[in-house]
């Protein structure tokens, strides 16, 4: 079985400060992990994806997460937010033998406040 | 990468109707999938679509309930079968391009309102 905890509901923070969404996994066997994110009134589209390699992936408007195989965390990060950052944003993970389903977090609400 | 487009946009339905929701797809894909998602929450897997065949469901979704069709690589629909006021949320058709270790992209949802 697969499963992906966000234990944070809420995140507030400043514009212009760093920001931190958590996300961790369990799976049984060797994990893809993804980020996507939910503009209000939007559909989700996708942020960044770890499959192998290197464990800190950028993806798209300057978000990058770090996968850590210990913790069995991949949180999401920004250096400096902006107000436009604020979604609703979702991990999901994948065991690479589930045939293609992934399993999908509750979603963490980014709030950037100016 | 893929463009879904899905109609209706949203709906207000009476209960013990039905409504078959459309999911067109840009380009052909290998996966399709149909998630159920209550506004500001997660998104539930309903089924898998299945070209050729029938679908996937997850536990506690059934075909009498949801069917499914996929008739070729670039299109589904998903029926909401005697609908109550419980079936409302929003419909979203999802696809993965490739199986594998892939992204899913999304399709803009349903809004559907069960009176």
């Known amino acids: 079985a697969q499963s992906v905890a966000q234990p944070e509901d809420q995140v507030n923070v400043a514009e212009g400060n760093p920001l931190t969404v958590k996300c961790t996994y369990s799976?049984?066997?060797?994990?893809?992990l993804f980020w996507y994110v939910q503009y209000p009134n939007r559909g989700l589209q996708f942020l960044l994806k770890?499959?192998?390699?290197?464990?800190l992936v950028k993806g798209s408007y300057g978000f990058e997460a770090e996968f850590n195989k210990s913790q069995t965390s991949f949180h999401l990060k920004k250096p400096s937010a902006l107000v436009s950052d604020s979604a609703l944003y979702f991990c999901?993970?994948?065991?690479?033998?589930?045939?293609?389903?992934?399993?999908f977090g509750d979603g963490t609400t980014l709030t950037v406040k100016p | 990468s893929a463009v879904i487009s899905q109609k209706p946009s949203r709906d207000i339905c009476q209960r013990g109707t039905s409504l078959t929701i459309q999911c067109q797809v840009d380009?052909?894909?290998?996966?399709m999938f149909w998630y159920r998602q209550q506004p500001g929450q997660s998104l539930t897997l309903i089924a898998t679509?299945?070209?050729?065949?029938?679908?996937?469901?997850e536990s506690g979704f059934v075909i009498d309930k949801f069917p499914i069709s996929r008739p070729n690589l670039t299109f589904s629909t998903l029926t909401v079968s005697n609908m109550s006021p419980e079936d409302s949320s929003i419909y979203l058709c999802?696809?993965?391009?490739?199986?594998?270790?892939?992204?899913?992209?999304f399709g803009p949802g349903t809004r559907l309102t069960v009176l």
């Open positions: 999901a993970v994948r065991d690479i033998t589930n045939a293609g389903k992934s399993t």
């Open positions: 999802s696809v993965e391009v490739v199986a594998g270790a892939n992204e899913q992209f």
């Open positions: 380009s052909q894909v290998t996966m």
């Open positions: 679509a299945n070209q050729g065949s029938e679908a996937t469901y």
């Open positions: 770890y499959i192998t390699g290197d464990n």
């Open positions: 799976v049984s066997g060797n994990p893809y």
